[in-house]
Structure formats: structure tokens, C-alpha cells
């Protein structure tokens, strides 16, 4: 019987290829977004989960106040970790302060590398539990040990034995390798999204705490010193077995409070534990409480996928259905010649599921070759799971389901007909079935319409945020982090000798990079403050010769000079700092902070330093060649670019032979700031024209049902001389409404889940009205010219054949 | 008795008015039988006929088929009754486009859940009596009209049914193929299968042993 049934279907499916391809081709479709869309999803939705104990791991935050507003943050004090150590031992298993990921310089022999990593306690190894290829869990005990990623360890020693080998990091400490870690996994990462600065590297390397207390003063002071309002670490903890983050987040919460000096006090510092599965789904806080992240995407994305698959169900399903006036005839003969019910609806089913099983297996063939494309736009290494049950089990799952909706209702509605009056022709596929078909193209409408709509909004936005006034040039500015101390005190120098070069028209140093803020203070006063108002500015230290090299605007006042001695104690404050303070006439203005009393001598215009997408902080520019971290370069523009960079390459290499020439251009690392963003854009922008498509295909088969319902009345029309275009006409008319009405509905939803986006962003569009026109009228045109070829077609065939067939 | 209908009314309601589609019906038919329906255009000859086909029902009426009452019967069992007794040929033939004629022939067995070497043993022999045998794996399209029509035919009988209802079977035929399909009742007839056919012309309905004229739904 099964064979009879296959080869029925066979036959049908290939002697129709115009509509088994848009019927298999829709699904087809509509699969690969689903299984491409969830497998983003998993991805995500694993993020950290190979960390054996990680339901127990948890990153130590602080919430806040500040004159009224809760601001969440990740740095804490040096002694929060022994103090939770010995005051909370039964609560935890380990806490390991680490300092802030960055890259370091790991030199052996001759090679010099870059290499991402942090400064850990101990504990570290056995807190997030990592696979060690080499070594064991105790590699950190040693002051001068140094632990390697697997890819790092290769990269350093090739086929060379790690284990044992000493090698120089930063240019100045000698380690000795004493473990290798397998790599994380993509979707892993010890440091938060808020913790690691910039975008997330992989973890290449951890070095023991005490080596990074012995490299820097400051940090040994605040060891020594046991300094309680100096922020500058981070603490990761891993919660006893029998305890849940939850509770110990509320029994630690005062520990920090009850430890800072009165000052501090009034900011209300309440600590709390943030579970590792969330560090990356929901990494953003405001008013101290994590409302998003990632998970807004993840939601997102999930319900668009599942959309794009109904849309492409609901169109088998119309297709199916518009075919049923032919199908019909041979449910009459196969219930004549002894077939029930339950067979036919047997039969119909196996169809669906054939048709169903082959869109499964194309579209596994298309999630495999679309991969590549969909890693690089998603950011991903997302690989096909072969071998994963789970996989194939879902997608038996979504094979089952998706035939079963989509060939309940033709198996259901075609195995009813009655045999006589299918047979004498009798029967017209009535109303029920015009308006459900209706019912399904306005729902595929209005999800395109949204989507289309939402991907003109995200691109305004983007659009908008990238024509903000940045405040300085960026054209040609370079940025060089000081990795190692060989550049300390050779400022003058260098930057003589790069001038000299003629590759570089100007340079500074600064303590921020162009494009982030890494430190503020609070505690300053001036007068007309009201001294309930708790400060807290940006602190950029920069050379002298900053302002020219980044072109910053002066609105009031004057640059740094070197010829006036007195400007190594002066400010330099932006526009929002100004407000911030409430000052009048800023210039000459006095400002005391707890060094002493600094002249403000100028105000620049502000400069886009952290999000496009926020006001610009307050800020202040100050003289300190102590706390340079970064090298900015303004490119000469006589040279080209490649010029430029080789010359400095060459100037780099005389200063700092074994560190590794590595450089940003500004431009570059400001565009990453829209990275989340344009993502969303492609992708949406993808989804829609996917969904659109899908639509159409869906269209398409009404259109066709639609004409095939009507072609004896249309026969009449023209017998009774009607014109081929105002037949054409008649036939569009209907569609038009549809896309409207579509439109009606869409208009608010997009409104409202647009305008619920935007909220993200402090400094957002307003969504113009404009969008849902072009979105409703594109739309519609596409629309138009899918049915015009099934309209045009029933309006120009002869009336004597469409009459006589009837 | 082969069938038995007695006082079988069937009707329609269309705007207040009841529209009689068959009015007081009596006929018997007995095994054997060749009956010719004649009637104008509306008359019933067809319902008429798809109410013995029980494709249709009616609505007053008592109908005996063998010896069950199909007028008291369930839908699945009187679905099963004729699919075991009655075989179909129709105006337009109805063969399914996308089967050849073999496997439309074999389809009914299909549904009969016979045995796969029973229903080639039947095919085969069904192909060699109608003499299409060269023609068994050709699809309906490649067909003239009046071997579509053999094939049909050839089907209704490939079960065995005691009774073959034919609506109009030469109507869409030239006159010579109509001739040969005729002269295949008749010889189906002399084998022993009861026939009841509808037709419009004299001539065919002389074939037959028994004639019935309808006008208006009622016998006269």
C-alpha cells in the first residue's frame, strides 16, 4: 500500500516541479532558518556550561548609589577576598581574586607574543575546574609558575615539551611553565562581558597572584595597606555544595559596607553574587538589577525563528490546499473503487511526510553549507551536530510536527469530500476554505511587515548613532598599548623620533584608549557644590601634547602648554563635566581634589569615548606621565598609510625589540562598538527577506487557488466583455487589502517591540513614520508582482475553454 | 433477488420548497440482469443510479441489497458493501492520471488487502482478457478515449462485483468505440454479471434486457 502511496507522490511531486519546488523548496527554507536559529540558540544558551561545578560559580558585583541612581560594577577592594575567605569559609569552596584580563607579553627565545590572560589566586585552577593536559590543579602555588592554554602552549613551543621550559613575561619576570589547559571552548569564558574591557578574547594564559603583587607597586601597597576604597580587582567565587549563590549572595551582601572608610559609606556599597550562567546572557544592570544582555537576542531571534517556520508550515499547508480541486478527483475515485477514510487521510499524511522528510534533508545539506556564512555574520564556530542524539531526536520532532500541521488539514478536508460530488464537479472549495487561506497570508504579512519594518528601525539607529559628533578625528589616529615598561621615561624621545620618521604628524599618551574609559574617582569639590552631591568623573591623564594629536575641540580656554610650568597641576574639563558640576564661566575656576587644588584652564567639546549609544560622561584631562597606558598616533597625511606604518614599525622595533608591534587604528575599534548592532541588522535584514520570500511563495498558492476558483466566472466576465485589465484589476484588488490590513496590524506590534528596543539606548532615534510606509508599500509591490503572473494568466486564457471545462 | 427498492424518495430544499429528486420508486433487479435507466436531462436517471451505488442516500424509502437493509445500515458498513459487491464505470472514466494501467487496475485489490502475487496473477489476467496487455505500463493520457474506457471498465470488474453501474459509459466515446464497449457489457452480461447502466441513446439501451424510463424522479 505504502508503495502505491509513494508513488503517487513521487509521480505528483514530479510532474508538478514548479510547485513541488516552491512547496519543498518553502519548507526547505523555513527549516534551515529554524535549525540555524537554534542552533545559535543552544549555543548561547550553553554558554559556560562546560565548566564542570558551574551552577556554583559566581562573580562578585557591587551595586552602588550615587545620588539616587544604583550603578552595578565589577571591581572591588583588595581585602574583600581574604575577608570572605575567613568570615564565610562554611559558604564557599574557593574565592580567587584575579585582576582585569589584558594582554601580556610571553617571549621565549626569539619569538614575542601577545597573549591574553590574568593575574589569579591559587585557587583558580580548581574554581572553574579546567582540564589539564599538563600539569595538575597545584601549578599556581609556585609565585613564578605561569599556566598555558593548549593553543598558546603551541604557539610559543611548537612540538616542544611546555612543561618546565622558562620563558620572560612582560620583558621582565622570568616563569617557568608548570601546566597546559585545554582550550575553552567558543562559547566559554572565565572573564564577564563587563569584566573584559572591550570585546571577549580567548583565555591564553593565568599567572599566579603573588607574581602580579610583585610587579606593581600599587598593588602591593594595597595589600600592605589593607585599602578598602581602592577598587582595582575582581573576585570569583565557587559556592560550598551545599549552599546556592542565592542564599550566600544575601548573607554576604553588608561585607563590603560594614569595611569602608565613612566616606565611602554613602554610596551604599552592597555586594552581591552574579551565577556564572549569566555572565553572558544577562550581563547588563540597571538600577542594580540585571535586565538583559544577550538573552534579549537569544528571545529575539527564538521567536523569529519559530515564525519563519510557522510562516513556511502555514504556506505547505496553502499549497497543499489550493491544489485540492485536483486532488479531489482522485479522492472520489480511490473511495469508489474501496478506499476509507482513515486510508486517504493515511495517505495524505505519508505525503506530507515524505515532502516533509525531504525538506528536512535539504535543508540539513543548507545548514551545512550556510554555516561558514552564519559563524562569520553571528560571530560564532558553531559546527553541525552530527553525532548529537539530541539533534536528530529534534529533528524527528520537527519532522513529525511540521507534517503533521501541515498536512492535517488537506489530509482532513480532502479525505471528507464526498465521492459523487467530487466526481460530477460539483463541488467548490467553499468559502471556509478561502477565508482560512486568507486568515494564513495576512498572518505571513504582517510578521514580514514587522520584520522589515524593525530592520529599517535598527538601521536608523545605527545610522544615527554613527553620525554623532564624536568630538575629535579620528582619521589616521592609531593606538598602541604599553604593554611592558620599556617605554616608561622615553616619552620625549620617542616621540621625536617618530616625528622625525615623517610618518607621524603628532603624538601623546594617555591613561584611556580612544575608545573606553577605565577609570573615575570621586571626591572632588568646588565651589558652589552642595555637599550632599557624591562626585564621580572620568580621570583621562594625558601628555601635553594630547589635545593636537586627537583633535579634540576647544570651546573655551586654552590646550596644555609646556612653556607654563603651572599646567602640569591644571584641568581640562569636557562640556558635560561643566554641566555636571553646575559651573558658570568654568575657566580659572578652582577644583580641590585630595592632591591639592587644580586651575580648570579649559573646555573641550565632548569626545565619544565609551558607547554611541549613552551621553558622554564628565570628564577630566589632567597632566600625569605616570599613568600612560596607551600610545595614540595621528598619522602625517603626506604619507600613505602603509608608509606611515612600516616607518613606525621600524622607530617601534629600536625602542622595544621583544615586544610585538600591535596597533589599532581608532577608527576600527570604534566601529566594534556597533558590532551587537549591525549584527542584528544583517540578520533581521536576512530574516525578513526570508520571510518575505516565504510569504510570497504562500501568495502565490493563493493565487493560483484563486484563479483557478473563479475561472468560470472570469470566463463569464469576459463573455459579457470585460476587459483583460480591469479583470486584472479585480483579481489584485483582493491582495491589495490583504497587505493593508496586514499592515493595520503590524504597524503597532512593530511600534511597540521597536520602541521596546530602542529603550536600550539612552541616546536613540524616535522611530519615524515614514518606516512603516516604505515597510507596507515595499511589501505590497512585491506582493503585486507575485500574483500578477497567476491573474494575468486566468484574465487572458479563452473563455470558451474556461467555460467548457466547467 | 440481486437488489430491492421500495418507495424510495429522495429530495432537496431549495428556497421553502422541496424539489423531488426521485418521487415513490419501486424496482427489483434480479442476478442477471442487463437494465437500461432512459430519461431526459434532471430526471434522476443518475441519482437514481447513485442511490443503488449507495454513493448517495435517500430520504424515505426502504433499499435491500442481498439480504441486508442498506437503508438501517451505518455508513462503514455500507461503504464496505459495495466496495464488496458493486463496481463503478464512469462517463469520464476516472483513472488516476499519475498511475498507469496496471497499476490502476491493481489499485482496488490495494484497498482489498490482497496478496501481492494474488493481485499480479489478477492484473495479468484481467490485462489478457481485455486485450491491453501491450498497453499496461502506459499512463491514462497516452490512452483514446474508448481504451480508457476498457481500462475502467476493467477495473470495476478486476474484484469480482456482482453488480456494475455504469453512468452514461459511451457518453464521451465516438460511435464506434461506443459499439464495442456495448457489445462488452453484453458479453460481460452473458457471463453472468448484472448490469445497470444510464444512458441517453435508444440504441445502447436496446443492449440491455429491461428498460426504465424516468421523468421527473418518478418511474413511468
Same mark, same amino acid.
Given at each position: 500500500?505504502?508503495?502505491?502511496?509513494l508513488k503517487?507522490?513521487v509521480?505528483s511531486i514530479?510532474k508538478n516541479?514548479t !510547485?513541488?519546488?516552491?512547496?519543498?523548496g518553502?519548507?526547505? #527554507?523555513?527549516?534551515?532558518v529554524a535549525?540555524?536559529?537554534?542552533?545559535w540558540i543552544?549555543?548561547e544558551?550553553?554558554? *559556560?556550561?562546560?565548566?564542570?561545578n558551574h551552577?556554583?560559580?559566581a562573580?562578585v558585583?557591587?551595586n552602588k548609589t550615587?545620588?539616587?541612581?544604583?550603578r552595578?560594577?565589577?571591581t #572591588?577592594?583588595?581585602p574583600l577576598a581574604?575577608?570572605?575567605?575567613?568570615?564565610y569559609?562554611g559558604?564557599?569552596?574557593y574565592v580567587?581574586?584575579?585582576?582585569?584580563?589584558?594582554?601580556n607579553v610571553?617571549?621565549?627565545?626569539?619569538?614575542n607574543q601577545?597573549?591574553?590572560?590574568?593575574?589569579?589566586e591559587?585557587?583558580a585552577?580548581?574554581?572553574?575546574?579546567?582540564?589539564m593536559?599538563?600539569g595538575?590543579h597545584?601549578?599556581l602555588?609556585d609565585?613564578?609558575?605561569?599556566?598555558l592554554?593548549a593553543?598558546?602552549? *603551541?604557539a610559543?613551543?611548537?612540538?616542544?615539551?611546555p612543561i618546565g621550559?622558562?620563558?620572560?613575561?612582560?620583558?621582565?619576570f622570568v616563569?617557568?611553565?608548570?601546566?597546559v589547559?585545554e582550550d575553552?571552548p567558543t562559547?566559554?569564558?572565565?572573564?564577564e562581558?563587563?569584566?573584559? /574591557?572591550?570585546?571577549s578574547k580567548?583565555?591564553?594564559?593565568i599567572a599566579?597572584w603573588?607574581l602580579?603583587?610583585?610587579? !606593581?607597586?600599587w598593588v602591593?601597597?594595597?595589600?600592605d595597606?589593607?585599602?578598602w576604597?581602592?577598587?582595582?580587582y575582581?573576585v570569583y567565587v565557587?559556592?560550598?555544595?551545599q549552599s546556592t549563590?542565592?542564599?550566600?549572595?544575601?548573607k554576604i551582601?553588608n561585607?563590603?559596607?560594614?569595611?569602608v572608610?565613612?566616606?565611602?559609606?554613602?554610596s551604599?556599597?552592597?555586594i552581591f553574587?552574579h551565577?556564572?550562567?549569566?555572565w553572558?546572557?544577562?550581563?547588563s544592570?540597571k538600577n542594580?538589577?540585571?535586565?538583559g544582555?544577550?538573552?534579549?537576542?537569544?528571545?529575539?531571534?527564538?521567536?523569529i525563528?519559530?515564525?519563519v517556520?510557522?510562516?513556511a508550515?502555514?504556506?505547505f499547508?496553502n499549497?497543499s490546499?489550493?491544489?485540492?480541486q485536483k486532488r479531489a478527483k482522485?479522492v472520489?475515485?480511490?473511495?469508489?473503487?474501496g478506499?476509507?477514510k482513515?486510508?486517504?487521510?493515511?495517505q495524505?499524511?505519508?505525503?506530507s511526510l515524505l515532502?516533509?522528510c525531504?525538506a528536512?534533508a535539504i535543508a540539513?545539506?543548507?545548514?551545512?553549507?550556510?554555516?561558514?556564512l552564519f559563524?562569520?555574520?553571528a560571530?560564532?564556530q558553531i559546527?553541525f551536530?552530527?553525532a548529537?542524539?539530541?539533534?536528530?531526536c529534534i529533528?524527528?520532532?520537527?519532522i513529525s510536527?511540521?507534517?503533521?500541521?501541515a498536512?492535517?488539514y488537506?489530509?482532513?478536508?480532502?479525505?471528507?469530500f464526498?465521492p459523487?460530488r467530487v466526481?460530477k464537479?460539483?463541488?467548490q472549495a467553499g468559502?471556509?476554505?478561502?477565508?482560512f487561506?486568507k486568515?494564513l497570508v495576512?498572518?505571513?504579512?504582517?510578521?514580514?511587515?514587522?520584520?522589515?519594518s524593525?530592520?529599517?528601525?535598527v538601521?536608523?539607529?545605527?545610522?544615527?548613532?554613527?553620525?554623532?559628533?564624536?568630538?575629535?578625528?579620528k582619521?589616521?589616529?592609531?593606538?598602541?598599548?604599553k604593554?611592558?615598561?620599556?617605554?616608561?621615561g622615553?616619552y620625549?624621545v620617542l616621540r621625536?623620533?617618530f616625528?622625525?620618521?615623517?610618518?607621524?604628524a603628532?603624538?601623546a599618551?594617555s591613561?584611556?584608549?580612544m575608545t573606553?574609559?577605565? *577609570?573615575s574617582?570621586?571626591?572632588?569639590d568646588?565651589e558652589?557644590?552642595?555637599?550632599? /552631591?557624591?562626585t564621580?568623573?572620568v580621570?583621562f591623564?594625558?601628555?601635553?601634547?594630547?589635545?593636537?594629536t586627537?583633535?579634540w575641540?576647544?570651546? /573655551?580656554?586654552?590646550? /596644555?602648554?609646556r612653556?607654563?610650568?603651572s599646567?602640569?597641576?591644571a584641568y581640562?574639563?569636557?562640556?558635560a563635566a561643566?554641566?555636571y558640576?553646575?559651573?558658570?564661566?568654568?575657566?580659572d575656576?578652582?577644583?580641590r581634589w !585630595?592632591?591639592?587644588?587644580?586651575k580648570?584652564?579649559?573646555v573641550v567639546k565632548n569626545m565619544?569615548?565609551e558607547s554611541p549609544f549613552?551621553?558622554v560622561?564628565?570628564a577630566?584631562?589632567?597632566?600625569? !606621565?605616570?599613568?600612560?597606558?596607551w600610545i595614540n598616533?595621528?598619522?602625517?597625511?603626506?604619507?600613505?598609510?602603509t608608509?606611515?606604518?612600516?616607518?613606525?614599525?621600524t622607530?617601534?622595533?629600536?625602542?622595544a625589540?621583544?615586544?610585538?608591534?600591535?596597533?589599532q587604528?581608532?577608527?576600527?575599534?570604534f566601529g566594534?562598538k556597533?558590532k551587537?548592532?549591525e549584527?542584528?541588522?544583517?540578520?533581521s535584514g536576512i530574516?525578513?527577506?526570508?520571510?518575505?520570500?516565504?510569504?510570497?511563495l504562500g501568495l502565490f498558492?493563493l493565487?493560483t487557488?484563486?484563479?483557478?476558483?473563479r475561472?468560470?466566472?472570469?470566463?463569464i466576465?469576459?463573455?459579457?466583455?470585460?476587459?483583460i485589465?480591469s479583470?486584472?484589476?479585480m483579481?489584485?484588488r483582493?491582495?491589495?487589502?490583504?497587505v493593508?490590513?496586514?499592515?493595520l496590524i503590524?504597524i503597532?506590534v512593530a511600534y511597540?517591540v521597536?520602541?521596546?528596543?530602542?529603550e536600550?539606548?539612552?541616546?536613540?532615534?524616535?522611530i519615524?513614520?515614514?518606516?512603516f510606509g516604505?515597510a507596507?508599500?515595499?511589501?505590497?509591490?512585491i506582493?503585486?508582482?507575485?500574483?500578477?503572473?497567476?491573474a494575468?494568466?486566468a484574465?487572458i486564457v479563452?473563455?470558451v475553454k474556461?467555460?467548457r471545462t466547467? | 433477488m440481486l437488489?430491492?427498492?421500495?418507495n424510495i424518495?429522495?429530495?432537496?430544499n431549495s428556497?421553502?420548497q422541496?424539489?423531488f429528486?426521485?418521487?415513490?420508486?419501486?424496482?427489483e433487479?434480479?442476478e442477471?440482469e442487463?437494465?437500461?435507466?432512459?430519461?431526459?436531462s434532471g430526471?434522476?436517471?443518475?441519482t437514481?443510479l447513485?442511490?443503488?451505488g449507495?454513493?448517495?442516500g435517500?430520504?424515505?424509502g426502504?433499499y435491500h441489497f442481498?439480504d441486508?437493509?442498506v437503508?438501517?445500515?451505518k455508513?462503514?458498513h455500507?461503504?464496505?458493501l459495495y466496495?464488496?459487491y458493486?463496481?463503478?464505470?464512469?462517463?469520464?472514466y476516472?483513472?488516476?492520471?499519475?498511475?498507469?494501467v496496471?497499476?490502476?487496475?491493481?489499485?482496488?485489490l490495494?484497498?482489498?488487502?490482497y496478496?501481492?502475487?494474488e493481485?499480479?496473477a489478477?492484473v495479468?489476467?484481467?490485462?489478457d482478457?481485455f486485450?491491453?496487455?501491450g498497453?499496461?505500463?502506459?499512463f491514462?493520457?497516452?490512452l483514446s478515449?474508448?481504451?480508457?474506457?476498457?481500462?475502467?471498465?476493467a477495473?470495476?470488474?478486476?474484484?469480482?462485483p456482482?453488480?456494475?453501474l455504469?453512468?452514461?459509459?459511451t457518453?464521451?466515446?465516438?460511435?464506434?468505440?461506443?459499439e464495442e464497449?456495448?457489445?462488452?457489457f453484453?458479453k460481460l452480461n452473458d457471463e453472468?454479471?448484472?448490469i445497470?447502466?444510464?444512458?441517453?441513446s435508444?440504441?445502447n439501451?436496446a443492449?440491455?434486457s429491461r428498460?426504465i424510463?424516468l421523468?421527473?424522479?418518478?418511474?413511468?
Amino acid at each position: 500500500m505504502f508503495k502505491n502511496y509513494l508513488k503517487i507522490a513521487v509521480r505528483s511531486i514530479s510532474k508538478n516541479k514548479t !510547485y513541488s519546488f516552491i512547496n519543498i523548496g518553502g519548507l526547505a #527554507l523555513g527549516l534551515t532558518v529554524a535549525m540555524l536559529i537554534g542552533l545559535w540558540i543552544h549555543d548561547e544558551k550553553t554558554f *559556560n556550561t562546560n565548566f564542570k561545578n558551574h551552577d556554583h560559580i559566581a562573580q562578585v558585583l557591587v551595586n552602588k548609589t550615587n545620588n539616587g541612581e544604583i550603578r552595578t560594577r565589577f571591581t #572591588l577592594p583588595y581585602p574583600l577576598a581574604a575577608e570572605l575567605r575567613s568570615v564565610y569559609a562554611g559558604d564557599f569552596k574557593y574565592v580567587v581574586m584575579s585582576s582585569f584580563p589584558g594582554d601580556n607579553v610571553l617571549s621565549f627565545k626569539e619569538k614575542n607574543q601577545n597573549q591574553y590572560g590574568a593575574y589569579m589566586e591559587k585557587d583558580a585552577l580548581r574554581l572553574f575546574s579546567f582540564t589539564m593536559l599538563k600539569g595538575n590543579h597545584n601549578a599556581l602555588n609556585d609565585p613564578n609558575a605561569i599556566v598555558l592554554s593548549a593553543s598558546a602552549a *603551541n604557539a610559543l613551543f611548537g612540538n616542544e615539551e611546555p612543561i618546565g621550559k622558562t620563558m620572560r613575561l612582560n620583558d621582565n619576570f622570568v616563569v617557568t611553565v608548570k601546566g597546559v589547559f585545554e582550550d575553552l571552548p567558543t562559547n566559554a569564558n572565565v572573564f564577564e562581558p563587563l569584566a573584559a /574591557f572591550s570585546e571577549s578574547k580567548k583565555l591564553d594564559f593565568i599567572a599566579p597572584w603573588d607574581l602580579y603583587v610583585s610587579m !606593581y607597586e600599587w598593588v602591593k601597597t594595597a595589600r600592605d595597606r589593607k585599602l578598602w576604597d581602592n577598587n582595582s580587582y575582581q573576585v570569583y567565587v565557587a559556592v560550598s555544595n551545599q549552599s546556592t549563590i542565592e542564599a550566600v549572595s544575601h548573607k554576604i551582601k553588608n561585607t563590603l559596607y560594614d569595611h569602608v572608610p565613612d566616606e565611602t559609606k554613602r554610596s551604599n556599597p552592597e555586594i552581591f553574587l552574579h551565577p556564572m550562567k549569566d555572565w553572558h546572557l544577562k550581563s547588563s544592570f540597571k538600577n542594580g538589577l540585571s535586565y538583559g544582555g544577550a538573552i534579549q537576542y537569544v528571545r529575539m531571534f527564538g521567536i523569529i525563528g519559530v515564525f519563519v517556520l510557522l510562516l513556511a508550515c502555514i504556506n505547505f499547508m496553502n499549497l497543499s490546499t489550493a491544489r485540492s480541486q485536483k486532488r479531489a478527483k482522485e479522492v472520489g475515485i480511490r473511495k469508489t473503487v474501496g478506499s476509507n477514510k482513515n486510508q486517504l487521510i493515511e495517505q495524505f499524511l505519508f505525503e506530507s511526510l515524505l515532502v516533509t522528510c525531504c525538506a528536512f534533508a535539504i535543508a540539513c545539506t543548507l545548514v551545512v553549507l550556510l554555516l561558514p556564512l552564519f559563524n562569520q555574520l553571528a560571530d560564532k564556530q558553531i559546527l553541525f551536530p552530527y553525532a548529537n542524539p539530541l539533534f536528530w531526536c529534534i529533528g524527528l520532532g520537527l519532522i513529525s510536527v511540521t507534517s503533521l500541521l501541515a498536512g492535517s488539514y488537506p489530509a482532513l478536508y480532502l479525505s471528507s469530500f464526498r465521492p459523487v460530488r467530487v466526481l460530477k464537479g460539483t463541488i467548490q472549495a467553499g468559502k471556509s476554505a478561502v477565508s482560512f487561506r486568507k486568515v494564513l497570508v495576512v498572518v505571513q504579512f504582517i510578521v514580514s511587515i514587522i520584520l522589515v519594518s524593525g530592520t529599517m528601525v535598527v538601521n536608523q539607529q545605527i545610522q544615527h548613532s554613527k553620525n554623532r559628533p564624536i568630538g575629535y578625528n579620528k582619521n589616521g589616529l592609531i593606538m598602541i598599548e604599553k604593554t611592558t615598561e620599556a617605554f616608561e621615561g622615553k616619552y620625549n624621545v620617542l616621540r621625536e623620533a617618530f616625528k622625525k620618521s615623517g610618518a607621524v604628524a603628532e603624538m601623546a599618551e594617555s591613561s584611556n584608549p580612544m575608545t573606553e574609559v577605565w *577609570n573615575s574617582n570621586g571626591g572632588y569639590d568646588w565651589e558652589g557644590k552642595n555637599p550632599d /552631591f557624591i562626585t564621580n568623573i572620568v580621570n583621562f591623564y594625558v601628555s601635553h601634547d594630547y589635545g593636537k594629536t586627537v583633535g579634540w575641540e576647544v570651546k /573655551f580656554g586654552r590646550n /596644555f602648554s609646556r612653556d607654563l610650568a603651572s599646567d602640569s597641576t591644571a584641568y581640562i574639563l569636557n562640556e558635560a563635566a561643566v554641566e555636571y558640576m553646575g559651573l558658570q564661566d568654568p575657566v580659572d575656576k578652582t577644583i580641590r581634589w !585630595y592632591d591639592g587644588e587644580h586651575k580648570v584652564i579649559g573646555v573641550v567639546k565632548n569626545m565619544l569615548t565609551e558607547s554611541p549609544f549613552e551621553p558622554v560622561k564628565q570628564a577630566i584631562y589632567s597632566i600625569n !606621565y605616570n599613568e600612560t597606558n596607551w600610545i595614540n598616533l595621528k598619522l602625517s597625511p603626506e604619507k600613505s598609510i602603509t608608509q606611515s606604518l612600516e616607518k613606525i614599525e621600524t622607530e617601534f622595533a629600536i625602542f622595544a625589540p621583544s615586544i610585538p608591534f600591535e596597533f589599532q587604528f581608532v577608527d576600527n575599534a570604534f566601529g566594534h562598538k556597533f558590532k551587537a548592532e549591525e549584527r542584528m541588522r544583517k540578520l533581521s535584514g536576512i530574516f525578513s527577506v526570508l520571510a518575505i520570500f516565504i510569504s510570497c511563495l504562500g501568495l502565490f498558492g493563493l493565487s493560483t487557488f484563486m484563479a483557478e476558483r473563479r475561472t468560470k466566472e472570469i470566463g463569464i466576465r469576459k463573455v459579457l466583455g470585460a476587459s483583460i485589465m480591469s479583470l486584472f484589476k479585480m483579481l489584485s484588488r483582493d491582495f491589495v487589502l490583504l497587505v493593508l490590513f496586514s499592515g493595520l496590524i503590524a504597524i503597532p506590534v512593530a511600534y511597540y517591540v521597536m520602541q521596546q528596543w530602542l529603550e536600550n539606548y539612552t541616546y536613540h532615534i524616535s522611530i519615524p513614520w515614514w518606516v512603516f510606509g516604505v515597510a507596507i508599500l515595499s511589501v505590497m509591490f512585491i506582493a503585486l508582482f507575485t500574483i500578477s503572473y497567476q491573474a494575468a494568466r486566468a484574465a487572458i486564457v479563452n473563455p470558451v475553454k474556461s467555460l467548457r471545462t466547467q | 433477488m440481486l437488489l430491492q427498492l421500495k418507495n424510495i424518495f429522495k429530495w432537496v430544499n431549495s428556497g421553502g420548497q422541496r424539489i423531488f429528486l426521485l418521487k415513490d420508486v419501486n424496482l427489483e433487479v434480479s442476478e442477471g440482469e442487463f437494465i437500461s435507466i432512459m430519461g431526459p436531462s434532471g430526471s434522476g436517471k443518475s441519482t437514481l443510479l447513485n442511490v443503488i451505488g449507495m454513493l448517495d442516500g435517500f430520504d424515505e424509502g426502504e433499499y435491500h441489497f442481498l439480504d441486508e437493509s442498506v437503508h438501517s445500515l451505518k455508513e462503514k458498513h455500507r461503504s464496505n458493501l459495495y466496495k464488496e459487491y458493486i463496481g463503478f464505470v464512469f462517463q469520464s472514466y476516472h483513472l488516476l492520471d499519475d498511475l498507469t494501467v496496471k497499476e490502476n487496475l491493481e489499485m482496488p485489490l490495494l484497498y482489498k488487502k490482497y496478496g501481492s502475487s494474488e493481485r499480479k496473477a489478477k492484473v495479468a489476467d484481467m490485462l489478457d482478457r481485455f486485450n491491453i496487455v501491450g498497453k499496461k505500463d502506459l499512463f491514462p493520457a497516452q490512452l483514446s478515449g474508448g481504451q480508457q474506457q476498457l481500462v475502467g471498465i476493467a477495473r470495476a470488474l478486476i474484484s469480482n462485483p456482482k453488480l456494475i453501474l455504469a453512468d452514461e459509459p459511451t457518453g464521451n466515446l465516438n460511435s464506434k468505440q461506443g459499439e464495442e464497449i456495448m457489445e462488452l457489457f453484453k458479453k460481460l452480461n452473458d457471463e453472468g454479471v448484472t448490469i445497470i447502466q444510464v444512458t441517453h441513446s435508444e440504441k445502447n439501451a436496446a443492449y440491455g434486457s429491461r428498460i426504465i424510463n424516468l421523468l421527473d424522479g418518478r418511474m413511468v
